[in-house]
T-cell receptor, first 114, second 113 residues
Framework: GAVVSQHPSWVICKSGTSVKIECRSL??????MFWYRQFPKQSLMLMAT?????????EQGVEKDKFLINHASLTLSTLTVTSAHPEDSSFYIC??????????FGEGSRLTVL | DAKTTQPPSMDCAEGRAANLPCNHS???????VYWYRQIHSQGPQYIIH???NNETNEMASLIITEDRKSSTLILPHATLRDTAVYYC??????????????FGGGTRLMVKP
């Protein structure tokens, strides 16, 4: 199947710093990508939809100024957690649909904010 | 996307078939049934999907009832590596619109030796 890759797979940062997570579709183009957050023992929660060449759309309750999304090309979307705090510690996952509508997920990025 | 209901957890003996049920009584005619699984600390992995016919691939079989209100994912010979959370999702397939997935709680399958 198609491959979606995230980087970094884990990151530890100090409170107040910003962290960028990349999501790449390696063998297909994706005009749309999705970002999820998952807390321990919970299911995935959709945060936002990243749209190539336009603004991302955010789910209710997700602060767009806190979680900056940039979809600069057809194969790359980035999520930047700005001024991270310990409560932002979570497992962040992206996904991208192929042209046939199948959805593939990245490996996930575990963020720990100290 | 339609809501699904799955048992929170199941156990299965290694080498035996694992049958994971899913109820989706409000599924609409153009919605497919998708199954994904998530092994601890990894992203979800696609397993199989179907519309109304039963489907089989190298990973699993999907049995969908005639009224499409429920389905069963079958892992024919479960191994320890199949221990994961299995998510049943219904959604419209194709195109970018409507590709958003709503994840329920899933079923935590524990394969035991």
């Amino acid at each position: 199947g198609a491959v979606v890759s995230q980087h970094p797979s884990w990151v530890i940062c100090k409170s107040g710093t910003s962290v960028k997570i990349e999501c790449r579709s390696l063998d297909f183009q994706a005009t749309t990508m999705f970002w999820y957050r998952q807390f321990p023992k919970q299911s995935l929660m959709l945060m936002a939809t990243s749209n190539e060449g336009s603004k991302a759309t955010y789910e209710q309750g997700v602060e767009k100024d806190k979680f900056l999304i940039n979809h600069a090309s057809l194969t790359l979307s980035t999520l930047t957690v700005t001024s991270a705090h310990p409560e932002d510690s979570s497992f962040y996952i992206c996904s991208a649909p192929t042209v046939t509508g199948e959805l593939f997920f990245g490996e996930g990025s575990r963020l720990t904010v100290l | 996307d339609a809501k699904t209901t799955q048992p929170p957890s199941m156990d299965c003996a290694e080498g035996r078939a694992a049958n994971l049920p899913c109820n989706h009584s409000t599924i609409s005619g153009n919605e497919y049934v998708y199954w994904y699984r998530q092994i601890h600390s990894q992203g979800p992995q696609y397993i199989i999907h179907g519309l109304k016919n039963n489907e089989t691939n190298e990973m699993a079989s999907l049995i969908i009832t005639e009224d499409r209100k429920s389905s069963t994912l079958i892992l024919p010979h479960a191994t320890l590596r199949d221990t994961a959370v299995y998510y049943c999702i219904v959604r419209v397939a194709g195109g970018n619109a409507g590709n958003m997935l709503t994840f329920g709680g899933g079923t935590r399958l524990m394969v035991k030796p």
